[in-house]
């Protein structure tokens, strides 16, 4: 099994930036696939970004060009740096990780743009 731990979600005004983080309990090596989605109520979980485990990444569309994802091996930590926020980035951000073909998922971190 994989726990998740999301932290550095919050409010933030149109424009800026934040960055989250997520820490998993086993070595990110082991896991095939990290990565962050998004959901607001009344809607599906959609894809944020993703890192495979040979460093390949992708993204939403909705957030390319303004959000990266990278990761620290040695921490087992994935990152999230969310620039030039919107307010339609607001959502519920959740990690991700596949272990061994099964999806595993973290608490969740709020995320509000807004001035």
């Known amino acids: 099994q994989v726990q998740l731990a999301e932290s550095g979600g919050g409010l933030v005004q149109p424009g800026g930036s934040l960055r989250l983080s997520c820490v998993a309990s086993?070595?990110?090596?082991?896991?095939?696939?990290m990565g962050w989605y998004r959901q607001v109520p009344g809607k599906e979980r959609e894809l944020v970004a993703r890192?495979?485990?040979?460093?390949?990444?992708n993204y939403g569309d909705a957030v390319k060009g303004r959000f990266t994802i990278s990761r620290d091996n040695v921490k087992n930590t994935v990152y999230l740096q969310m620039n030039n926020l919107e307010p339609e980035d607001t959502a519920v951000y959740y990690c991700?990780?596949?272990?061994?073909?099964?999806?595993?998922w973290g608490q969740g971190t709020q995320v509000t743009v807004s001035s």
């Open positions: 086993r070595s990110i090596f082991s896991l095939s696939a």
């Open positions: 890192i495979i485990s040979n460093g390949n990444t």
């Open positions: 991700n990780g596949v272990f061994r073909g099964f999806d595993y």
